[in-house]
């Protein structure tokens, strides 16, 4: 599986950004889809996760209420809506790729993973 992210940017503090991440490739197993994020000098840290039938979701509580994932299957595509962004949500964000369907929110769950895209929020 080959996952692209994309939708980064710079938004000041209060606004908005969607992120997206296609998967190609391998993409008739079933996986669950997750976005983590990595700040300068920081350990990667999970920030949300989708059940590969879309039907569950789990956030992490810094972004609850604030963020929304979601996928579209037929175009092998996940979503990372996020509102109300905070300086603190500067990082660069990857999507990744379980096969183990387990909605799992450490690193180590997943099998593939992207690029990365830039999120910079100013205050």
């Known amino acids: 599986v080959q996952l692209q992210a994309s939708g980064g940017g710079l938004v000041q503090a209060g606004g908005f950004l969607r992120l997206s991440c296609a998967a190609s490739?391998?993409?008739?197993?079933?996986?669950?889809m997750g976005w983590f994020r990595q700040a300068p000098g920081k350990e990667r840290e999970y920030v949300s996760v989708?059940?590969?039938?879309?039907?569950?979701?789990t956030y992490a509580d810094y972004v609850k209420g604030r963020f929304t994932i979601s996928r579209d299957t037929a175009k092998n595509t996940v979503y990372l809506q996020m509102n109300s962004l905070k300086p603190e949500d500067t990082a660069v964000y990857y999507c990744?790729?379980?096969?183990?369907?387990?909605?799992?929110?450490?690193?180590?769950?997943?099998?593939?993973w992207g690029q990365g895209t830039q999120v910079t929020v100013s205050s």
């Open positions: 989708i059940s590969w039938s879309g039907r569950s979701t």
């Open positions: 490739g391998r993409t008739r197993s079933n996986y669950d």
């Open positions: 990744a790729a379980s096969l183990g369907l387990h909605m799992g929110t450490k690193k180590g769950e997943y099998d593939y």
